[in-house]
């Protein structure tokens, strides 16, 4: 199983998926870095002395919609980099010498998802520190939560990552890209709706979205990443806006109706759940 | 002793049967020929006997394991039809990765790869990136790979398919070598001659089913021909053959008609000489494998309609 992570995780290097990649996100980072230096040039500092609330939730919102962006380069790599990791290798004659070696289906699959799983937590880890790197550097901002909104955002390419490698056992791998891609959009506009939904107190509109949650919960972690990092903004002082909510402010992009601790649970055994039933579907498929 | 036993094994996908009831038994130390028009069931049989198609029926064993057996597996190498190798890895890379996967640790696994390299006549290869090879360099690495685990029985399913007659020879001589070294090999081609040259057994399948199997030269000796060389003929004397030998060809001071096995050969010079022949010569002749295969798969098509 080792084996076969290590070598998915050569291959996603070797095949200069990691250059590409890298190449994308640079440029993504770079603008990013250039929107948040102009929207924060005329912010007075966050940290010392105290800002207002507008200016914290300036800050808080350019950092949320660059996470909420990062997210989609982070989807795209672990739908793109996934979807064939069986049906592709079938397709292409490349996994029958390798499926006929002393190793297990099981070993098989789970070492391509390790290896998967391995190079995305890097590439995850390393973009949402960059974020907030470049919101410290740009605001004086430390983020707050960092570290359980970090695991929470590289926890989402893992929920796609094992939908994929379900799919990927029993669909051609243009089908499991479509299916994949279709269940994150579908995820993220029932997303949308609850958040929606909570802002103009709609119970369908919430339940429509904690449904989709349910069918991939992708959204729901970026929601309880928001959460994890808004929740944390330090009170304001005085009167200003005692009526703002600063998730209000955050409108679509913000966790109004906030996932709770059983949806994390829900979608850790979700992934689990997934990779066992893809084990069983490739260990009963002909190859 | 027999290292890949088959016992009743079918593959149905659907309403189509690829595979029906198929029996067979190779010994060890041999180069078995599987033989078959193209979508006669020769791959997907090789495919069930290396475990990556599950049987719909019936059961096989190699090296005294079922097929999806780990331990089975450790004994066997496997050259697919049609293959292809990741195209990013070096040649040695790849070789050294499925000596891994057989179970080598890593500094066994470098230098087997190397021997098997060499073996294959791909010594100075080993460092270019397996997209750079040519088709029958391709060819001669999935045989590495394949030989890499010092397997017990190798299977190859067409492993000559485009290669020039170059190519073709130097796997030939590959495959003595590797019997040589006491190995059993699984030979699944279309390419008769091949078969011929190299193999101690074969069957032939043809719709899913063994139409005919044993020792290639049994095979042979079975569906041959014999010429006769005598004095005395008569015509009275040669329709009356003609009754139990329907084939016979009467030209001048020879007769020749196909038998099927010694015993009726003795037959037939009984017959002559009681019937007053002077027999000088009976030479045995031996059809081709492609006489057999012709014939067998002709016989099959007419039965099937």
Request: proline share 4%.
């Amino acid at each position: 199983m080792w084996l076969m992570a290590l070598f998915t995780f050569r291959e996603a290097w070797r095949k200069k998926v990691v250059l590409v990649t890298g190449g994308l996100t640079l440029a993504f980072l770079i603008l990013y870095g250039t929107g948040l230096h102009f929207a924060s040039r005329n912010m007075l500092s966050i940290a010392d002395p105290p800002a207002s609330f507008f200016e914290m939730m300036q800050t808080i919102t350019i950092s949320v919609m660059g996470i909420y962006l990062a997210g989609f380069l982070v989807a795209g790599l672990a739908i793109l980099a996934s979807v064939g990791s069986i049906a592709g290798e079938v397709e292409s004659g490349t996994l029958h010498a390798v499926a006929a070696r002393p190793l297990s289906r099981r070993d098989l699959l789970l070492g391509k998802f390790l290896g998967g799983a391995a190079m995305l937590v890097t590439y995850a880890t390393l973009l949402f520190l960059s974020l907030a790197g470049l919101t410290y550097w740009q605001t004086g901002l430390v983020l707050p939560g960092l570290a359980p909104a970090l695991g929470l955002f590289a926890l989402k390419p893992l929920v796609l990552l094992s939908v994929a490698m379900l799919g990927t056992t029993r669909l051609a791998t243009m089908s499991n890209g479509v299916l994949a891609f279709g269940l994150y959009a579908l995820a993220m506009v029932g997303g949308m709706m609850e958040q929606i939904g909570a802002l103009i107190r709609s119970a369908s509109a919430v339940y429509a979205g904690v449904v989709t949650s349910l069918i991939l919960p992708t959204d729901a972690v970026y929601r309880r990443l928001v959460a994890t990092v808004v929740d944390r903004i330090p009170p304001v002082n005085g009167p200003d806006f005692p009526v703002l909510d600063p998730q209000m402010t955050l409108g679509p992009f913000g966790s109004q109706s906030t996932p709770s601790d059983w949806m994390l649970v829900y979608t850790l055994a979700y992934v689990v759940v997934l990779l066992a039933a893809a084990v069983y579907t490739f260990q009963r498929r002909d190859i | 002793m027999a290292i890949v036993e088959i016992r009743d094994l079918t593959k149905v996908y659907g309403r189509q049967v690829a595979c029906r009831e198929i029996c067979l038994s190779v010994q060890e130390g041999q180069i078995f020929g599987l033989l078959g028009p193209n979508g006669a069931g020769k791959s997907t049989l090789v495919k069930m006997l290396v475990g990556l198609v599950h049987p719909t029926a019936g059961a096989a064993e190699v090296a005294g394991y079922a097929p999806q057996d780990i331990r089975g597996r450790r004994q066997v190498g496997f050259l697919p039809e049609n293959f292809r190798f990741h195209g990013w890895l070096k040649g040695e890379e790849l070789v050294a990765f499925h000596a891994r996967l057989a179970g080598l640790d890593g500094r066994t696994a470098g230098r087997r790869a190397h021997e098997v390299l060499e073996r294959v006549g791909l010594a100075g290869e080993g460092r270019k990136l397996v997209a750079n090879y040519s088709k029958g360099m391709q060819q001669r690495l999935g045989l590495a790979a394949a030989l890499v685990g010092d397997p017990r029985v190798v299977f190859l399913d067409e492993p000559t398919s485009g290669l020039d007659p170059l190519g073709r020879r130097q796997v030939r001589e590959i495959l003595l070598a590797i019997k040589e070294a006491g190995k059993t090999i699984f030979l699944n081609s279309h390419l008769l001659s091949e078969v011929e040259q190299v193999c101690d057994g074969v069957a032939i399948i043809n719709r899913g089913t063994v139409v005919a199997a044993g020792r290639l030269d049994e095979l042979q000796a079975g569906r041959g021909t014999v010429t006769i060389r005598l004095d005395g003929l008569t015509g009275e004397l040669a329709t009356g053959l003609r009754q139990h030998y329907p084939d016979l060809q009467w030209e001048g001071d020879r007769i020749s008609l196909a038998v099927g096995g010694r015993e009726r050969v003795a037959d037939l010079v009984t017959r002559l000489v009681a019937g007053g022949c002077r027999v000088y010569e009976v030479t045995p002749g031996r059809s081709s494998l492609e006489d057999i295969f012709v014939y067998l798969v002709r016989e099959g098509e007419s039965a099937c309609g």
